[in-house]
């Protein structure tokens, strides 16, 4: 899921620059210690799991807890655990991982800043999805949203039309832009054009997108491609009695290493056209060096990408047509494994995508908490994304 990736990148960037401690939400057994481990985070990052302080008497006062909102997802002893570790062990600042355990925050004592990692805007989420047909996983309202979040000092907002939401929607200053991050790859072979890559989660934003892709846009490729699908998004046509196939397309299921999959292929798709937040399969495959095909929901967010290897189609034959095209010139595949990877590295480099949060952690009044050797780094790669966004700004207005 792209947003484990996300989460895996933002430790990894924040055990670079302070004591890092993952409070687990689970039992932390064998097989949940070896994966800890192997994640091999930098600077002493701790595991603890809330198992380690469960039982405790409720001890705090209920404020986001109390929403009706929480009422039938809250579970009292995770923030009776919570409240207790901070206790014995006290933070400068805790991240909440998902809007659905916001109501944890409720266990930090005065002083603590608290940070809620949202992902997406999910009220704007919910009415993309219902107008769809799909349900949310996280079902909210605007006006309910609105109020969680201007409970936190902070909330992490993971794409710049999100930051604006907050801020223009939601009339909220505390929002602080952390994207996706990735480390780029660089691409000395130019293939054919002829093999595709679409990789995704079991979501239901990613199975209707793929699902219209293969109904509406694969017949008119000729057969003259392949598409690889990785991802557990595989199993929606896989699993069951009776699995769907398409000649030409090959379902991998989930790999543990993305590399191969983006490696070996030409094109990248992202069909998806509801959801929300960033679509972090686009990240991946520029950061490939790869052209990548998507429609207007998939680029939501990555407006500079469109000079970069990103392509926006607004039907099905503009969709294929892209393909088409890109599988027609090596030239403008070669020049997408120059380009994109140079945007992801303005954007979407851990230096760059953690910057904001960074600088903002650091200017939260916490002298022993402030990152020293980081502040210049966080500073310069800020203004090279200003001069980047007024240059895209200006190429635009021309």
Request: aromatic share 8%.
């Amino acid at each position: 899921m792209g947003s484990h990736a996300r989460i895996r990148m933002l430790a990894h960037n924040l055990a670079r620059t302070y004591r890092l401690r993952i409070f687990y939400l689970r039992p932390i057994d064998t097989k949940t210690r070896a994966a800890f481990d192997a994640l091999d985070l930098p600077g002493g990052a701790e595991i603890v799991s809330y198992m380690d302080y469960t039982g405790q008497r409720p001890d705090y006062q209920r404020r986001l807890s109390k929403l009706a909102y929480f009422k039938t997802g809250e579970v009292i002893d995770f923030t009776a655990a919570l409240e207790s570790y901070l206790k014995e062990r006290p933070a400068h600042a805790v991240i909440f991982e998902y809007l659905r355990i916001a109501y944890i925050a409720d266990a930090c004592p005065e002083g603590t800043l608290r940070i809620l990692d949202m992902h997406d805007v999910m009220s704007a989420r919910t009415v993309s999805l219902q107008r769809a047909g799909l349900k949310a996983s996280i079902s909210i309202d605007a006006p309910t949203e609105k109020e969680i979040l201007s409970s936190f000092d902070g909330v992490l907002a993971i794409s710049r039309a999100d930051m604006a939401f907050i801020r223009n929607r939601f009339g909220l200053e505390n929002g602080i832009y952390v994207p996706y991050s990735v480390e780029t790859r660089a691409r000395p072979v130019i293939g054919s054009g002829r093999r595709l890559v679409f990789i995704g989660g079991r979501s239901d934003p990613n199975i209707t997108g793929l699902e219209w892709f293969l109904e509406q846009v694969w017949p008119l490729l000729g057969g003259a491609f392949q598409l690889d699908v990785v991802g557990t998004v595989c199993g929606a046509f896989t699993d069951g009695p009776d699995p769907r196939s398409w000649p030409g397309v090959v379902f991998h299921g989930p790999q543990e290493d993305l590399d191969a999959p983006l490696r070996d292929a030409d094109i990248a798709i992202n069909p998806v056209y509801v959801g929300g937040g960033l679509k972090i399969k686009c990240v991946d495959a520029l950061a490939a060096g790869l052209p990548c095909v998507t429609t207007p929901e998939g680029a939501a967010g990555l407006d500079a990408a469109q000079e970069a290897g990103l392509t926006v189609a607004r039907s099905r034959s503009e969709f294929a047509g892209a393909i088409l095209r890109l599988a027609a010139s090596p030239a403008h595949r070669r020049a997408a494994a120059v380009a994109a990877p140079g945007f992801v590295r303005d954007e979407f480099s851990p230096e760059a995508a953690h910057a904001d949060l960074v600088a903002y952690l650091g200017e939260a009044g916490q002298d022993d908490f402030r990152p020293v050797s980081r502040t210049l780094p966080a500073i310069a790669a800020r203004i090279r994304r200003a001069i980047a966004r007024d240059s895209a700004s200006v190429r635009s207005k021309d």
